[in-house]
């Protein structure tokens, strides 16, 4: 069965600096891979997703992430962390008609 | 096009009663998901209909069931609520099969 591992339930930056955020998953084929972002109260908003094209994904609000299927992981980054970055972030692999398989979430805060 | 809604956004029950949710998906869309998210076990995977067709189901006990109306909009019930049963209940809509999924904001159930 595949599943997501996110490395980190809280992760703390200054603003302005590098935002890393890491998951890894298991799935005995490249799967398709997600990150989705959750505002307080809020459902959740797709950031990018990966599947199969190129390996570089470039989402929204200035993130991004690398597929790479020699470590099995899908980390997600932004260079420069703004304040209105924090939030919980969600990364989630599906594999063909399978549902959504989502990790525990990382909350991510941003220190002024 | 509007986005998913969710009907209530808020909800307060009693343990033993049941409780219906409901979720209106994009206009086009067939495949409609439900996810349960709670502090405990963060975000799971319900069920998924696709056509009015249950076409993919999680690892929920039988209290919980889920139908879709030939316009789409979807319904989830769960009969005899449980206190674990407080969560924010998603909903999910796509296409054709859930590759890319757009969520609504929730409905927060509370369960006393």
Same mark, same amino acid.
């Given at each position: 069965a595949?599943?997501v ?6 992760? @703390? ?10 998951c =890894?998953y ?5 799967? %398709?891979?997600f990150?989705y972002v959750? #505002?307080?109260?809020q459902g ?19 993130f ?5 299927? @020699?470590e ?8 420069s962390a703004?304040m209105s970055?924090?939030?919980? %972030?969600?990364?989630?692999v599906?594999k063909?008609?399978?549902?959504l398989?989502?990790?525990?979430g ?7 | 096009k509007?986005?998913v809604t969710?009907?209530?956004? %808020? ?5 033993g009663?049941q409780?219906?949710?409901s979720c ?8 409609v998901s439900? %996810? ?8 799971q995977?319900l069920f998924e209909y696709?056509?009015e067709t249950?076409?993919?189901?999680? =690892?929920?006990?039988?209290?919980f069931?889920g139908?879709?109306?030939? =316009?789409?909009?979807s ?9 674990g049963? @407080?969560?924010?209940?998603l909903?999910? @809509?796509?296409?054709? +099969?859930p +590759?890319?999924? #757009? ?10």
């Amino acid at each position: 069965a595949q599943s997501v591992t996110q490395l980190g339930s809280h992760v @703390s930056v200054s603003e302005g600096a590098l935002v890393l955020l890491r998951c =890894n998953y298991s799935s005995s084929v490249p799967p %398709y891979l997600f990150w989705y972002v959750q #505002y307080p109260n809020q459902g959740l908003q797709l950031l990018l997703k990966y599947t199969s094209a190129a390996t570089l994904v470039k989402g929204i609000n200035g993130f991004e992430a690398e597929f790479k299927k @020699s470590e099995t992981s899908f980390h997600l980054t932004k260079p420069s962390a703004h304040m209105s970055d924090a939030a919980e %972030y969600f990364c989630a692999v599906k594999k063909g008609a399978q549902k959504l398989v989502f990790g525990q979430g990382t909350r991510l805060t941003i220190n002024p | 096009k509007a986005g998913v809604t969710q009907t209530p956004r %808020y909800l307060i029950k009693t343990r033993g009663q049941q409780v219906t949710l409901s979720c209106s998906p994009i206009s086009g869309h067939r495949s409609v998901s439900w %996810y349960q998210q709670t502090p405990g076990q963060g975000l799971q995977f319900l069920f998924e209909y696709f056509s009015e067709t249950q076409r993919n189901k999680g =690892n929920f006990p039988g209290r919980f069931s889920g139908r879709q109306f030939s =316009n789409s909009r979807s319904e989830m019930n769960v009969s005899t609520l449980e206190l674990g049963d @407080s969560a924010l209940y998603l909903c999910a @809509s796509s296409p054709l +099969t859930p +590759t890319r999924q #757009y969520f609504g904001p929730g409905t927060r159930l509370t369960v006393t």
